[in-house]
């Protein structure tokens, strides 16, 4: 069983950083396969990150390259994403994810999930 808790989400305005933690109970973290996804209002729930058992290989989607970062330190059993020059579209709750397919962006890949962290983007 592993638990996650996201943590960082907040209102920024747009052009602004944030950056989301997600802390992973269970043994076996560096072994895990992580993502985040988010859930824009009204819409379904989309991949945003991925990153490897090993963390030498990342995958984003398209809209986010070049301006979020995903990364772990698997000495404190957590992952991150950074996120700068956020956009008002960027808006959504934002969700951690455990034990996924790398390089799969379901959501159906993913065995656990994180409560969410709302980030809003004013603009």
């Known amino acids: 069983q592993v638990q996650l808790v996201e943590s960082g989400g907040g209102l920024v305005q747009a052009g602004g950083s944030l950056r989301l933690s997600c802390a992973a109970s269970?043994?076996?973290?560096?072994?895990?396969?992580m993502g985040w996804f988010r859930r824009p209002s009204g819409k379904e729930r989309e991949f945003v990150a991925s990153?490897?058992?090993?963390?030498?290989?990342?995958v984003y989607r398209d809209s986010v390259k070049g301006r979020f970062t995903i990364s772990r330190d698997d000495a404190k059993n957590t992952v991150y994403l950074q996120m700068n020059s956020l956009k008002p579209e960027d808006t959504a709750v934002y969700y951690c994810?455990?034990?996924?397919?790398?390089?799969?962006?379901?959501?159906?890949?993913?065995?656990?999930w994180g409560q969410g962290t709302q980030v809003t983007v004013s603009s």
């Open positions: 994810a455990a034990k996924g397919k790398f390089g799969s962006v379901s959501v159906s890949s993913y065995d656990y």
């Open positions: 269970g043994r076996s973290f560096s072994d895990t396969v």
């Open positions: 990153i490897s058992r090993s963390g030498g290989g990342t």
